[in-house]
C-alpha cells in the first residue's frame, strides 16, 4: 500500500491577530496571540525570522516553554516555575514526627503475599488490641448527630456548636481546606461574630473556590498553600499580632495529614504560644471590649476565671478519612501501639487492611467504566468529598483479597484497624492535656467516612462523649 501524502494546511492563511507560525507537528498555525505589528508569538519568533541570529534554548526550571539563550540569566530570576521564596511560617518538617529511621520498617511484602497462618496472627493481634475499644463508636449517644443531621457539612457544623466553639474573638484554621466549603458555612453559622478569623491550609492550588461568596465585614479569609508538615501557626503574622484562641477543623482530612495536623496544633503552636508567655487574656479584653462588652463578661464569669479557661487552642473537630494513607513515621499514636506491644511492621499492615472497611470487594468492570464517563470536575468533586470510602486504596488491600475471609468478615476487621489507629490519636490528645471523643457524625449512606473526631482543652467544657 502506498505511503499517504503529507497533510494538506487545514487553513490557507493563520487567524487574524495569531502567529503565523505553521506547526508541522500539529497540522496546524500556532494559535499564540501576537503583540501589535508582529507576525510570530515569542516562542517561535526565533525560529522563523531567519534575519535574527538569537538562539532559544529550553527552559532549565521548565522545559515546556523555552527561552532566549542570551536573555537566560534574566528570565531566571522572574520565571513562574522558579522556586517561591519560603514564608517565615514554612519550617521544614516541623510537624514530621518520628527522626529516627531505624524505626522506619524496610520495604515489607504485600498482604496477598502473605500465608494464611501470617494474616491469622495479624487478626488475632488486632482483635486483642481492640477488646476494650468496640463500644467507643456503639455507645447511643454518639448517634445523636447522625439522626439530627442528613449533611455532612451540617453535622459537622452542630458538633462545632455543641462544643460552644461557634463565638466571637478567635481563627478557624481549615486543614486540607480545598474550595473551602466548611469554612464558608462556619462563617454563616457566626453571623455577627466579631473579630473572626479564617486560614485555609491546602498545599495545592484549588479552582472554583468558593472564597468570593464571603460578603460577613467581620471576617477575614486567608489562605495559605503549604504542606501541613512545614506549618508554624505561631510564624503566621495574623495569628502573632491578635494572639487569637485556635479551633482546628477538617473535612475528611486524609490519613497522615491528620495527624499533621494534630501535632501542628497540639505541639507545635501550642508549645510555642506558652514559651512566649503570652499577655493574659483578662488583660487584652481589658483593652479591646468596650465597657458594656466587659460588663456582659462579668455576668458569665469574672474575668480572672475567663483568663485561666483561655487556650491557644480552643477546640479541634476533624472528619476523619483514607486510614490507607496513614504512615508510621508521622503517626501521632505511636506510643500506644507500643504499649500494646506492636510496632511500625503491625501498623503497616493495619493501615492497608483498614480499606477494606470501605472498599468492599473489588469493583466490576462496569463501574469502572461509568467512572471513567464522569467529566474531569465531576471527579475531582469526588475526590474532595470522598463518599465512596476515600482516595486510591492500594492494589494488594483490596484485589487479592485472602479467600478464607467473606466479605463481612474483611469490613469488620477493617473497622477494627480504622478504630485502632483512631484510638492512638485519641490517646495522645489525653497526654496533650485534651479531652479527645469519636463519634458517627453522619450516616453511612451519606459517606462511608463517617467518624469524627472531636477535642477540647481539659480546663474547658468536655464533649458529652469520651473516646
Not at 505511636?334 to 511492621?345: D, I, K, M, P, S
Not at 474531569?376 to 468529598?385: F, L, R
Request: proline share 4%.
Amino acid at each position: 500500500m502506498a505511503a499517504s501524502a503529507p497533510a494538506p494546511h487545514t487553513t490557507e492563511f493563520p487567524a487574524e491577530g495569531r502567529c503565523s507560525y505553521y506547526v508541522e507537528k500539529k497540522k496546524r498555525f500556532c494559535r499564540m496571540v501576537v503583540a501589535a505589528g508582529k507576525r510570530f508569538c515569542g516562542e517561535h519568533a526565533g525560529v522563523a525570522e531567519e534575519e535574527n541570529a538569537r538562539k532559544r534554548i529550553l527552559c532549565p526550571l521548565d522545559p515546556k516553554h523555552t527561552v532566549y539563550e542570551d536573555q537566560l540569566a534574566k528570565h531566571l530570576k522572574k520565571c513562574n516555575s522558579r522556586e517561591k521564596p519560603k514564608p517565615d511560617f514554612f519550617i521544614q518538617d516541623i510537624n514530621a514526627g518520628l527522626k529516627d529511621e531505624t524505626e522506619i520498617p524496610e520495604q515489607l511484602v504485600s498482604i496477598s503475599s502473605l500465608s494464611e497462618e501470617q494474616l491469622e496472627n495479624l487478626i488475632k493481634k488486632l482483635r486483642k488490641a481492640s477488646e476494650a475499644l468496640h463500644d467507643a463508636l456503639n455507645d447511643p449517644k454518639n448517634g445523636d448527630s447522625a439522626t439530627k443531621h442528613l449533611k455532612q457539612q451540617a453535622s459537622i457544623l452542630g458538633n462545632i456548636e455543641k462544643l460552644k466553639l461557634l463565638g466571637p474573638r478567635r481563627c478557624f484554621v481549615e486543614f486540607g481546606a480545598g474550595k473551602g466549603k466548611l469554612s464558608h458555612w462556619v462563617d454563616i453559622a457566626l453571623k455577627d461574630a466579631e473579630k473572626v478569623h479564617f486560614i485555609l491550609v491546602e498545599k495545592v492550588t484549588t479552582r472554583f473556590k468558593v472564597d468570593g461568596k464571603h460578603r460577613r465585614k467581620n471576617s477575614v479569609f486567608e489562605r495559605l498553600q503549604i504542606d501541613i508538615q512545614h506549618l508554624c501557626l505561631s510564624k503566621i503574622p495574623l495569628l502573632s499580632k491578635e494572639k487569637l484562641p485556635v479551633v482546628g477543623i477538617g473535612k475528611h482530612l486524609c490519613g497522615v495529614a491528620t495527624d499533621l495536623a494534630l501535632r501542628c496544633l497540639v505541639e507545635t503552636y501550642a508549645a510555642s504560644c506558652e514559651e512566649r508567655n503570652e499577655e493574659p487574656l483578662a488583660k487584652r479584653i481589658k483593652n479591646d471590649k468596650t465597657e458594656k462588652e466587659i460588663n456582659t463578661l462579668a455576668k458569665e464569669g469574672n474575668e480572672k476565671n475567663v483568663a485561666e479557661k483561655w487556650s491557644p487552642v480552643a477546640g479541634i473537630v476533624i472528619a476523619l478519612c483514607c486510614h490507607h494513607r496513614c504512615d508510621w513515621r508521622h503517626y501521632v499514636g505511636t506510643e500506644y501501639f507500643r504499649a500494646l506491644g506492636l510496632g511500625a511492621v503491625e501498623f503497616h499492615y493495619f493501615q492497608r487492611m483498614s480499606s477494606w472497611a470501605t472498599c468492599g470487594m473489588r469493583r466490576t468492570s462496569l463501574e469502572a467504566s461509568s467512572l471513567t464517563t464522569k467529566s474531569k470536575d465531576q471527579q475531582n468533586a469526588d475526590s474532595e468529598e470522598h463518599d465512596d470510602g476515600g482516595c486510591r486504596i492500594p492494589d494488594d488491600s483490596t484485589e487479592s483479597a485472602p479467600g478464607f475471609l467473606t466479605v463481612e468478615e474483611k469490613k469488620k476487621i477493617g473497622h477494627l484497624c480504622k478504630l485502632l489507629i483512631d484510638q492512638g490519636r485519641v490517646k495522645y490528645l489525653q497526654q496533650k492535656g485534651f479531652s479527645p471523643a469519636l463519634q458517627y457524625y453522619t450516616d453511612p449512606l451519606v459517606s462511608l467516612e463517617n467518624v469524627l473526631l472531636t477535642a477540647l482543652p481539659n480546663h474547658s467544657s468536655s464533649p458529652e462523649t469520651t473516646a
